[in-house]
């Protein structure tokens, strides 16, 4: 009994470090050919569907998103600012919240879901079908071919996306906070941009989002290169394309926090809100 | 010298013995096929000779150079070489069939559009199929798909085919088709041609020569001639459709 859980936990530990070790090769790869395939002309024609499908077509889930977000939070934070009386300084949080948390985090989030649901279900469909053996067996590799065109898009589109969200999530926010709570519009903005959000904060927001849009592009892919066999293989790779994506966000997110917070303060100091 | 050969070659997949051992040489030219029960290796096979498998023991050799522990970039220059028609064809769905043929074109040569039009017309023409170029892969039949697929697999010229169960699926009318086809190609582009298949009327019409996988190993070699007289009680069950004691032993009540 001990001796099978023991050979259990042994034979699971082996297959997430061959399974990490796969992954690893498969970043590798993928970098390589980025670089690689960026020298040939030919390659940049397969860059626009993929933009057309992560970003375009990604628009108004994280618009809707972003804008919910900042009216919510709006709502939800008006009234305990109101009893302290700091009811005008709603927007330095809700801008701040957006910028550098929420709005990065959601989009990202969101995408994860549509865009990496969607990467992972079409490669793992193709996989299923022997479509990525047949362009193997032509003499292409399909980390080109499909891989770094969706690494890409995903790279590069998640911080416009981020900014956008960030941008609808501010909307959001005054267009409560406003014309409905009546929080005088200089002093939303001016509170805003005074001790709330700088250039360091929004370009940390969008920074992230770049590493963001990199781990769902290589998680996904690489969920959707290696599915299962049928349909349920197809929709596992999905769910998990989900779930790994968003822990790596999180993982991400938290990193970034730690990283950020102390180069600001060691270069700014502490700057309080409230000051 | 063969044009493929395999030298002792073993795969396993987890604790299943796939091969065991396999010794072919595949002369250029023929037309060579493989016949075997499912989930005998038949497949397994024709994917080692493209390196889309790797052996655990042994080596695959083509054209005098050894394969099977070559880089995937040192492939490609191989692989261009194959033209593979997958089972159930594996063409691009998202493309329509125009696209799908022209892939190997497109992404290998710097033919410019005209030329590579003419050739996609050229190569479905071959297959009897040049009203479906602008169709979507799901909108065509079974049939018809492997067939587009077959007009992919020679847009390069490819010095070998491989055929995977190139009939299965198909109605008996579809699979004459389609064996006519691989017996059209060879004679018109003199390609090597290798089919795997569990259809022996199939086998027949397009074999020079015909092997049987068994348990990992070749069980047969010879001309189509040969194994119909095959005193092999294995072979001729397989040739013969009968099913053995073995086979059939899960069918018998408790009591037989």
Redesign the interface.
């Known amino acids: 009994m001990a001796l099978a859980i023991v050979e259990r936990v042994g034979y699971r530990t082996t297959e997430i470090l061959a399974g990490f070790g796969e992954f690893s090769r498969f970043v590798g790869r993928t970098f390589l050919w980025l670089f690689a395939g960026a020298l040939r002309v030919r390659n940049w024609r397969l860059l626009m569907p993929q933009f057309y499908e992560v970003g375009v077509r990604s628009v108004p889930v994280v618009a809707v998103v972003g804008a919910f977000i900042g009216m919510v939070m709006a709502v939800e934070t008006y009234s305990q600012f109101a009893a302290i009386g700091q009811e005008s300084r709603l927007g330095a949080v809700i801008n701040l919240s957006v910028v550098k948390q929420i709005g990065p985090v959601l989009a990202a989030v969101m995408l994860a879901g549509r865009v990496g649901g969607a990467l992972a279900a079409e490669l793992g469909t193709m996989h299923v079908t022997e479509q990525i053996d047949a362009i193997r067996v032509m003499g292409v590799d399909p980390i080109v071919y499909l891989v770094v065109p969706r690494f890409v898009a995903c790279v590069l589109l998640t911080p416009i996306l981020t900014a956008y969200s960030d941008v609808l999530g501010i909307i959001g926010g005054w267009l409560i906070g406003v014309p409905f709570l009546h929080i005088p519009n200089t002093a939303y903005w001016y509170y805003s941009t005074h001790g709330g959000v700088d250039t360091w904060q929004v370009m940390e927001g969008i920074l992230k989002a770049f590493f963001f849009g990199g781990a769902i592009g290589l998680i996904s892919c690489y969920k959707g290169f290696h599915s299962g066999a049928g349909a349920s293989g197809v929709g596992r790779a999905c769910t998990e394309s989900f779930v790994s994506s968003f822990i790596a966000i999180i993982i991400l997110n938290f990193i970034f926090a730690e990283v950020s917070k102390d180069m600001y303060i060691a270069i700014y100091g502490i700057r309080s809100i409230f000051g | 010298m063969s044009l493929i050969e395999f030298r002792n070659v073993h795969k396993r997949f987890g604790r299943q013995v796939v091969l065991n051992g396999v010794d072919l040489g595949i002369n250029e030219g023929e037309s060579l096929v493989i016949i075997g029960a499912s989930g005998s290796g038949k497949s397994v096979m024709l994917?080692h000779m493209?390196g889309?498998l790797q052996p655990d023991e042994g080596e695959v050799w083509f054209d005098g150079k050894r394969i099977d522990q070559l880089a995937?970039?040192k492939l490609?220059?191989v692989?261009?070489q194959?033209g593979?028609l997958?089972?159930?064809g594996?063409?691009?769905?998202s493309m329509n069939v125009e696209d799908n043929v022209a892939?190997?074109l497109?992404?290998?040569t710097s033919k410019p559009k005209a030329e590579v039009s003419k050739i996609v017309d050229q190569k479905l023409g071959m297959v009897g199929l040049p009203e479906v170029r602008k169709k979507m892969p799901a909108e065509l039949s079974g049939g018809q798909r492997k067939r587009v697929a077959l007009a992919?697999a020679i847009a390069?010229d490819p010095r070998v085919i491989l055929y995977d169960e190139p009939t299965t699926g198909l109605d008996p009318i579809r699979s004459d088709v389609i064996n006519e086809l691989i017996l059209k190609l060879q004679r018109e582009l003199k390609v090597t041609s290798v089919v795997v298949t569990h259809d022996m009327q199939s086998a027949f019409k397009v074999a020079d020569r015909i092997v049987m996988l068994h348990e990992g190993k070749l069980m047969f070699d010879g001309t189509p001639e040969q194994i119909r007289t095959s005193e092999n009680p294995v072979v001729k069950r397989f040739v013969q459709g009968e099913a053995g004691d073995e086979e059939l032993a899960g069918l018998r009540g408790p009591s037989a």
Request: a neutral charge.
């Open positions: 994917k493209v889309l995937e970039r490609m220059d692989r261009v194959f593979f997958f089972q159930m594996a063409l691009f769905d892939f190997p497109v992404e290998h992919r390069l």
